[in-house]
């Protein structure tokens, strides 16, 4: 059964309006940007499957875009949106961190953290610096590693955070 033969009250874009974009899992929202199903699959079936086919919303928008692509009922089209909104998403939360924003939580230092190493298929030592207020003076990614390791030199740690004047 198509969406548009749903009643209003359960369609995802209409329940978004009405209730607000947290009201909805996870599949309803995937499929506001699939936008239409295929053959014998609503948007919600062709999202669920795609979610359930990759592990969840976070590895299915880590997919590469031939990755991504090969599900049925998405293509470069629907690819484009998806990544338009992760990348609209990045630039609202690094507007945050622009603005000098103090990382004095884990949660918030979490939350950058996650915007630069997310989809990283290598281990890597990255440093932020701050100044004595605990707002960040930059972000550096200062060693790659392999898979599973990094080699760290402390003297090179220390050199960077020197070299900013960093006081965290």
């Not at 930059?138 to 020197?162: M, N, W």
Request: aromatic residues 6%; charged residues 25%.
């Amino acid at each position: 059964m198509s969406i548009r033969q749903w009643r209003a009250s359960e369609r995802p874009r209409e329940k978004l309006l009405r209730n607000g974009a947290a009201s909805l899992s996870d599949a309803e929202l995937l499929a506001i940007f699939v936008q239409s199903g295929v053959a014998g699959q609503s948007a919600i079936d062709v999202a669920r499957k795609a979610l359930d086919a990759h592990g969840g919303l976070l590895e299915l928008v880590l997919l590469d875009q031939q990755r991504f692509c090969r599900i049925r009922g998405l293509g470069s089209s629907r690819y484009a949106l998806v990544q338009a909104a992760v990348e609209l998403n990045r630039r609202l939360l690094f507007s945050r961190v622009r603005e000098r924003e103090v990382l004095n939580s884990p949660e918030v230092v979490r939350d950058y953290l996650a915007l630069h190493l997310a989809g990283l298929e290598h281990e890597v030592f990255a440093a932020l610096f701050l100044d004595n207020r605990h707002r960040l003076i930059e972000y550096r990614e200062l060693f790659q590693g392999t898979i599973d390791s990094a080699a760290v030199y402390p003297r090179e740690v220390v050199k960077h955070c020197l070299s900013r004047n960093a006081a965290a």
